[in-house]
């Protein structure tokens, strides 16, 4: 939920929400590396907290703080649930709040059925808010690998799963983007973008949509009307 609190600060809560092992971590790492050393639209502050076992696999969450660098009262509380499946309940906690999900799938082939179980999860949790309430967002990680899943395959499953709307539903335009991505520093692909669009999706659901998905947006007036907020 977005809080505005008296010193007029917005905070919004960002999630990455997939299997264990899909890339989570990872991603919330890099997006901390690159947007602490590169100039974008958000900036860290202060440390990445990881609740994480020996393993590196998380054991309760991550969490970085990002500020806006244009909106300087906006800030993103970024979260990675623990994937693994023993962690379900905790899951459902880590979840409360929740502004925008962005979903993260392992995109290897062999791990197809399990990255469905965790959307199924997900759906579960979120309660029908999915698109609706709360804007979503695919990455499909671990691009740089062979014997990966395509978009299409999850276009296709998420159909399946009623989170991907007709043109000829008003809803359409908030179909989830779908991101070939890869965490890994050296190689990182789409990690910034997949980030800023879910943003971007969150403030103009509290905008516009009055914290739902709006419906004919006039976007000429958003960077006005983002001072307001
Ligand atoms: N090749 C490749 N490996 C990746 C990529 N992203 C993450 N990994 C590797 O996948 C493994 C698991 O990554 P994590 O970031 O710990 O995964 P997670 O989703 O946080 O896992 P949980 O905390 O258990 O839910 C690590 O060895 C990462 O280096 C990627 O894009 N490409
Ligand atoms: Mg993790």
Same mark, same amino acid.
């Given at each position: 939920m977005v809080r505005f609190t008296t010193?007029?600060?917005?905070?919004?809560k960002i999630l990455y929400w997939g299997m264990g092992g899909s890339g989570k971590t990872t991603i919330v790492d890099t997006l901390y590396r690159l947007t602490k050393e590169d100039d974008k639209d958000i900036k860290p502050t202060g440390?990445?907290?990881k609740i994480s076992m020996e393993s590196g696999s998380t054991l309760y969450f991550d969490r970085g703080i990002f500020q806006s660098t244009k909106q300087r009262?906006?800030?993103y509380h970024v979260y990675t649930v623990a994937g693994q499946s023993r962690f379900s309940p #905790?899951? +459902?906690?880590?979840?409360?709040?929740?502004?925008?999900?962005?979903?993260?799938?392992?995109?290897?082939?062999?791990?197809?059925?399990?990255?469905i179980e965790s959307l199924k999860e997900l759906k579960n949790v979120t309660r029908g808010k999915l698109i609706k309430e709360i804007?979503?967002?695919?990455?499909?990680?671990?691009q740089d690998l062979t014997e990966v899943i395509g978009e299409e395959d999850v276009k296709?499953? #998420? +159909?399946?799963?009623?989170?991907?709307?007709?043109?000829?539903?008003? #809803?359409?335009?908030?179909?989830?983007?779908?991101?070939?991505?890869?965490? #890994?520093?050296?190689?990182?692909?789409?990690?910034?973008?997949?980030?800023?669009e879910c943003a971007r999706r969150t403030v103009l659901y509290q905008i516009y949509g009055d914290g739902s998905a709006p419906i004919g947006i006039d976007y000429s007036q958003f960077s006005e009307d983002l001072q307001k907020i």
């Open positions: 010193d007029q600060k917005v905070y919004i440390e990445l907290t009262k906006v800030f #905790l899951r +459902k906690k880590i979840f409360k709040g929740t502004d925008g999900v962005i979903f993260t799938i392992d995109s290897q082939t062999h791990f197809f059925e399990d990255n804007p979503l967002i695919v990455m499909l990680n671990k296709q499953v #998420l +159909k399946d799963e009623k989170l991907w709307y007709e043109p000829n539903n008003e #809803l359409y335009i908030w179909n989830p983007i779908l991101y070939k991505t890869c965490a #890994l520093w050296d190689k990182k692909r789409n990690i910034y973008r997949s980030f800023n």
